[in-house]
């Protein structure tokens, strides 16, 4: 039985190292949110974007498409689509708009969510706002 | 890697004084600490001029005296076990109180040095070189602060009468944390504040 | 069985399961979707095949942590379960809510799900992995809450032991982290950085507490090692694990929108997260080597040593892989995550969960120690079987990622994500393939429940301690 190395000193390595490195993440993530207002384009974040993101949320974008590289594998990559699609909105609604009811055929589809106008322009407005978000410019290219 | 201030007690056992799980702790924490100066030196050769420019602007005197405040603290906490060792817990307790002032005083300098920074708007995400000096001596003071707590556990179990000549196991593991502090803070301090 | 209320983790058992069978088979169609991709279109789009895949899978794997609990916690603090009538209720009660979910997620369009729902109340539907309405997850709140109590109070009035100890405060910690579901700002940023304290805090936090400790448990039992050598090196796992973990989740903070100085401590803590599956691995092995007795219940010992290993090359190398900001600059959201995710997932909480129900079934089901010779053959068949199947959709994720990777993002021309998906799809069908291996392990798996069941349970002569 080894005396040298004790269970409760393990213990209390374990309470210790935990605790503080809880309160490091504590004090990191207080300095994160400090740092955002100069990163995360929240001068853009109206209420259309606002909206934009809860009709991204509720059609579940996030199940085919990434997000800041973040989501699902099936589908581009979305946080750089206003810049891939030119700057422009009136194209990503475009787009949405127009993916047919029973999706093409033999290819990945994307359904026909119906959406109005007003949540076109809003998810739309909300691509925008995520392509300006300083994400240490990451995607490597505008591929995503 | 033992201490100048460990040899003392090094001949007494075949192992490193304290329990060994504090040794095993006591080498990952050098590991990591490894690797942030390693990640210091990397990051530093390539921005050898923003590393210069900056590192001028900090302050060495303060530097200097946590160096000797933490030096003073080993050297007190030496004195400490040395104290118990000899059966006068009451001495040792109070080289050990002692130690703790030092660490307080380190704490308190580091505390004035950082309020400095702040009020110049220099912070975490200021650049390179001020990402890396706040984290590597941030890092740095939250280990000595464990260290105190350490050390304060190992002073009200000595007040208590929990430690003897024979058996003070919990100073020796407390002890060897503490330098272990110290010698990081002695590879931090030329490295962050000096070398060029 | 030491204790009758102990009998309360085999429905939850059952159920765990059940679903992962469901799993599976959405993941099939999923990975069909990948190459033929409008198969089922639009009755079942991908995404829907995708949330039901994922949330089948953290729904069986909770049935079978409290499957777990419930039969550990009971015997380790030798005393009945405080009450076995709650824990009842509380099964049936997460398994409709679970059902109903997973029901409405097929059945309706996921925004007239919302709308039906009410989620506009308080939104929090929509974020992967959460895709659960609003009032599923105040029912996940309300039976996560009602387990703890239940064990918690089993616990306090019974022996402290560490092992039981350790997992409580994993299953608490689980919890508490589920909260921040129900925190969804408007702002981007924030919303990413705080799902994480959900996910990472889990994956990578807290379940590795209940994996830990479940696994002590089962070695404690069929090695007959000392339990004081077991629980203290269960507390260096699990401080290596918080230690690396906590600020290991900032290697998700690269590219959100938060600070670059997370690129620095993300790498340098989340590269050191292998070191307590390294050090699991090494632990279970000793323990085995170290054994007292061999144990008749070999399958479950099986079980034990693959978790530890499958957990490290798929949470531990296949994550170190990808973890260093500068590689994770290139690979961020392609399919090396989807390859390092498969393994660490499959090797760490799908394997100790069924390394749980393989020690413990049989003991719930009248046997002495162990099943029949027989079941625990079929069962070892479908160890390997899904083990290596897993192996192998994880390595052909991997050369399709590192494809992806260099194609879409590693290059001065690069092409267009769906140019690129059509290029890998070989390695698609390879992992379809390798998944439809993975299926008949499940089934074998199943079956091994099935055979056997009459003949006597297999001994081992005793040998002399080591």
């Not at chain 2, 100048?4 to 329990?19: L, S, T």
């Not at chain 3, 609003?134 to 032991?161: E, P, W, Y």
Request: proline letters at 4%; one cysteine or more; glycine letters at 8%.
């Amino acid at each position: 039985m080894s005396e040298t190395f004790t269970k409760s000193m393990a213990r209390n390595i374990f309470y210790g190292g935990s605790l503080f490195f809880f309160l490091l993440f504590l004090a990191l993530t207080f300095d994160t949110e400090s740092a955002l207002p100069e990163r995360d384009n929240r001068q853009a974040l109206t209420e259309k974007v606002a909206l934009g993101k809860r009709v991204w949320e509720e059609n579940n974008c996030i199940g085919c498409h990434t997000l800041l590289g973040e989501g699902a594998y099936f589908a581009p990559e979305l946080g750089n689509v206003y810049k891939r699609f030119g700057n422009s909105t009136e194209a990503i609604v475009g787009f949405i708009k127009s993916r047919p009811e029973n999706g093409i055929p033999g290819r990945r589809s994307m359904p026909q969510f119906n959406l109005s106008d007003e949540e076109l322009e809003a998810v739309a407005e909300f691509l925008k706002y995520a392509s300006g978000i300083d994400t240490n410019n990451w995607p490597p290219n505008i591929q995503g | 890697m033992s201490e100048p201030a460990a040899q003392a007690v090094i001949g007494e056992h075949d192992r490193p004084p304290g329990d060994l799980a504090i040794w095993i702790f006591i080498c990952a924490e050098l590991l990591v600490f490894a690797v942030f100066f390693a990640s210091y030196a990397f990051a530093r050769a390539s921005h050898v001029e923003l590393f210069n420019q900056w590192q001028q602007t900090l302050n060495r005197d303060y530097a200097l005296l946590n160096t000797l405040a933490l030096i003073t603290s080993s050297y007190f906490v030496v004195r400490a076990i040395a104290a118990v060792r000899e059966n006068r817990p009451d001495t040792g307790l109070r080289w050990l109180l002692g130690a703790l002032a030092m660490g307080a005083l380190f704490l308190a300098v580091k505390s004035m040095e950082y309020a400095e920074h702040y009020s110049h708007g220099i912070n975490l995400r200021s650049n390179l070189f001020f990402m890396f000096y706040f984290s590597l001596t941030f890092f740095h003071f939250m280990h000595v602060l464990m260290g105190m707590l350490i050390l304060g556990v190992n002073a009200a179990i000595l007040r208590k009468g929990g430690y003897t000549a024979e058996n003070h196991r919990g100073m020796e593991t407390g002890g060897s944390y503490w330098h272990m502090v110290d010698m990081v803070w002695l590879i931090l301090f030329p490295l962050v504040y000096v070398m060029r | 069985m030491k204790y009758q209320s102990q009998a309360v983790a085999k429905p939850y058992f059952i159920a765990a399961i059940g679903l992962f069978v469901g799993q599976i088979i959405f993941g099939l169609i999923m990975g069909l979707q990948y190459v033929w991709g409008d198969f089922l279109f639009p009755e079942i789009p991908f995404n829907v095949a995708r949330m039901v895949h994922t949330n089948l899978l953290i729904v069986w794997i909770l049935f079978g942590f409290m499957g777990a609990a419930y039969y550990l916690i009971p015997e380790e603090t030798e005393n009945e379960l405080w009450s076995p009538k709650l824990a009842l209720a509380m099964f049936w009660i997460f398994l409709v809510a679970g059902a109903l979910t997973i029901l409405g997620y097929l059945l309706v369009p996921y925004a007239r799900l919302a709308e039906l729902t009410m989620n506009e109340l308080l939104p929090t539907m929509g974020r992967e992995f959460l895709e659960q309405p609003t009032i599923t997850k105040i029912g996940i709140v309300v039976v996560a809450l009602s387990f703890l109590l239940n064990i918690g109070m089993t616990l306090l009035k019974g022996r402290k032991t560490v092992v039981s100890l350790v997992m409580v405060i994993g299953l608490t910690g689980l919890a508490v982290f589920f909260l921040f579901a129900f925190y969804n700002p408007d702002n981007l940023v924030r919303d990413k950085f705080y799902w994480w304290w959900v996910v990472h805090l889990w994956v990578e936090g807290v379940w590795e507490l209940i994996l830990g400790s479940i696994l002590a448990f089962v070695l404690i039992k069929t090695t007959g090692v000392d339990r004081e050598v077991i629980e203290k090196w269960l507390y260096v796992i699990i401080a290596m694990t918080l230690i690396t973990g906590i600020i290991g989740t900032g290697h998700h903070y690269y590219w959100i929108g938060t600070p670059e100085y997370w690129q620095w401590w993300g790498s340098i803590f989340s590269a050191m997260e292998p070191i307590p599956f390294f050090m699991m691995t090494i632990f279970a092995f000793n323990m085995v080597n170290k054994r007292r007795r061999n144990h008749p219940n070999q399958a479950a010992v099986l079980w034990a040593l693959g978790t530890a290993v499958m957990a490290f090359l798929g949470a531990g190398v296949w994550g170190f892989m990808h973890t260093l900001s500068p590689v994770n600059y290139y690979t961020h959201g392609t399919q090396i995550t989807a390859a390092h995710g498969h393994m660490a997932f499959y090797g760490a909480y799908a394997m100790i969960v069924l390394t749980m129900i393989s020690y413990s079934m049989p003991l719930m089901n009248g046997r002495k120690a162990a099943n029949s010779n027989k079941s625990q053959v079929v069962e070892m068949w479908a160890f390997w079987l899904m083990t290596v199947s897993m192996v192998f959709i994880t390595l052909f994720l991997t050369g399709a990622g590192i494809l992806q990777t260099w194609m879409q993002r590693y290059t001065d021309t690069p092409m267009s994500f769906m140019e690129a998906q059509d290029k890998i799809a070989l390695f698609y069908w390879m992992r379809e393939f390798a998944g439809l291996v993975f299926l008949v392990g499940l089934v074998l798996y199943i079956v091994s429940f099935f055979v056997g069941r009459n003949d006597p349970e297999a001994v081992v002569e005793e040998k002399a301690t080591a």
